[in-house]
């Protein structure tokens, strides 16, 4: 049986928006190369974790999506492929 855990992402402060789904390294990439450049951007919230930070520790991951009020949901998907002899 193989598992694999897909994290969903959603933000609070705009519920119309649909959720958006990542595997882990999916996830971090999104962070590091979307919402990190974007966020970096706006003055009043600067970005408190560095990219560097953020790569090197998964504390510091979910710390920053709930930084910016993301809710995370992790969801175990899990393939009960059985073999019939």
């Known amino acids: 049986m193989k ?3 897909i ?3 959603t933000d609070a ?3 119309e928006e649909k ?3 990542f595997t882990f390294t999916g996830l971090k990439i ?3 190369y979307t919402l990190w ?3 970096d951007q706006i003055q009043e919230h600067s970005n408190m974790y560095s990219k560097q930070e953020i790569t090197e ?3 510091y991951l979910f ?3 709930d930084s910016w009020n993301y809710q995370v949901t992790r969801i175990l998907l899990t393939d009960q492929t059985s073999i019939i002899f």
């Open 19 to 21: 959720p958006l789904y």
């Open 30 to 32: 999104y962070i590091l």
């Open 63 to 65: 710390a920053y999506l």
């Open 7 to 9: 994290y969903k992402i």
């Open 57 to 59: 520790s998964d504390e």
């Open 37 to 39: 450049d974007n966020y």
């Open 3 to 5: 598992k694999t855990i």
């Open 13 to 15: 402060d705009f519920k």
